[in-house]
């Protein structure tokens, strides 16, 4: 009989090697941060960076290279090859760059880049949240980061004005807000700047929508209706917007408004506005209402805002309803009900006293097609209905859905499903669509025939 001891099995061995593993992870990481922190202080005392300025960003961090590599050879530093490379490309982000957030910047699948604190950061892909193991060292360091980011357009944060929207390099949106205001830090959110382009083709392959509401949609923007978008925070409305912006003729002048610059129009006649803050004195603000009624001076075939969110919904409506035909803009609601409602409540807040009655009659004169944009619980954003503003009956403006996205559950990974239906009901500018040769055969809107699902 055998009476040698019996070798642990396997599994016990993988449980026993793991946790020393992650431990030797953690006191490498741990190592290359130390160094970083040292090599970089030591750049500080020896590198002039005033000059860095002077320089081409390829000539510079040859340059940082070459003096890291030489600190380090000084020192001795105890890293392998690839870990120095690691430390010399995170010492070049915190010079150039905006340090450890320049990774997120470079991964092109990342849709926003989230800091709630210095030692917290998200990020959004394929529309879901994900945590990070990205790092700053204080709310110093990512004071430091804000204020580079601010900076280089001329912008300013502190706590007499601690809050300030500012645009990177690549057209990334950035939103920064810190103490006081902020209880728990500086706190930043980036909306990236899509380099890809999206079209009517990318929509319906991601099931945003289907053929036949991506006809009908081209169709609405050629025939030169006016279109509101509609949907919440992160649903895709300038995507959208920038899609059927897209779709305008060549031939035509647009001019476009925005709080801080995404459309991507490839027009060759686009004029491009942006709004300005107020200077430390409290001057020389700029605003979307200032930039519309000026917008009006410059010969425009199509007035394209950003998004509405005060008085300038007056002046858009007017312009809509003085032969500015085909304008879009969006705006954030959760219904096309209440994307009206919003509309009323912003023209309210320039002080004009209008009859309810009126301002609807207005609305509903201006604007003639809704979009309802929705981020569903699987991170996909979908058009969920299509409505066109029939006109008013009493003192209610009417609305006749064309189009709905029709939920029909959810499976077990998560993600929604659902059909795209037309209601049956047929839209009254079907014949200004075929007055101007634009094709919008009837059965598009029949609700038997046979959906995408």
Request: aromatic letters at 2%.
């Amino acid at each position: 009989m055998d009476n040698k001891p019996k070798k642990s099995a396997e599994p016990a061995t993988e449980f026993a090697i793991r946790p020393r593993s992650a431990k030797r992870m953690q006191q490498s990481s741990d190592q290359e941060a130390h160094w970083k922190m040292a090599v970089y202080q030591r750049l500080l005392k020896v590198m002039d960076l005033s000059l860095i300025g002077t320089l081409g960003e390829d000539e510079a961090r040859t340059q940082i290279r070459q003096i890291c590599d030489q600190i380090m050879a000084e020192q001795s530093v105890p890293l392998s090859r690839a870990a120095r490379q690691r430390v010399i490309k995170q010492i070049e982000d915190e010079v150039l760059g905006l340090g450890p957030l320049e990774p997120l910047l470079a991964d092109p699948t990342i849709s926003d880049i989230l800091v709630n604190r210095y030692d917290s950061v998200y990020i959004e892909r394929a529309g879901k949240l994900e945590n990070t193991d990205v790092r700053f060292n204080n709310d110093q360091h990512l004071l430091n980061i804000i204020d580079r980011i601010v900076s280089a357009i001329g912008r300013r944060i502190d706590e007499l004005s601690p809050m300030v929207d500012a645009r990177l390099k690549d057209g990334s949106r950035v939103n920064a807000i810190i103490p006081p205001l902020a209880l728990d830090g500086p706190s930043v959110s980036i909306r990236r700047f899509a380099v890809q382009i999206l079209d009517m083709e990318n929509l319906i392959a991601l099931n945003s929508l289907t053929r036949d509401a991506a006809d009908l949609l081209l169709g609405i923007v050629k025939a030169r209706l006016n279109i509101l978008i509609s949907g919440g925070t992160g649903t895709g409305k300038t995507t959208m917007l920038n899609i059927l912006s897209g779709n305008i003729p060549e031939d035509e002048r647009i001019v476009t408004i925005e709080d801080s610059a995404e459309l991507q129009l490839q027009q060759p006649h686009v004029v491009r506005l942006e709004t300005r803050p107020a200077n430390i004195e409290g001057k020389g603000e700029i605003t979307q209402r200032d930039l519309v009624r000026n917008s009006l001076r410059m010969r425009p075939d199509r007035i394209v805002v950003g998004e509405v969110r005060g008085g300038e919904a007056l002046d858009m409506l007017q312009a809509m309803n003085t032969g500015h035909d085909g304008s879009l803009t969006t705006v954030h609601a959760n219904t096309p009900r209440d994307a009206l409602a919003r509309i009323e409540n912003m023209v309210s807040m320039t002080g004009i006293a209008f009859p309810p009655k009126a301002l609807r009659t207005q609305i509903a004169s201006a604007l003639d097609v809704v979009l309802q944009i929705e981020r569903q619980e699987d991170g996909k954003r979908r058009l969920v209905s299509i409505q066109e503003i029939v006109g008013m009956e009493g003192d209610v403006i009417t609305m006749s859905e064309l189009f709905r996205f029709e939920r029909t559950g959810v499976d077990e990974d998560g993600n929604v499903h659902g059909c795209y239906r037309p209601t049956g009901v047929v839209p009254s500018f079907r014949t200004q669509l075929e007055r101007r040769g634009i094709s919008c055969p009837l059965e598009l809107f029949d609700p038997e025939r046979r959906v995408e699902c």
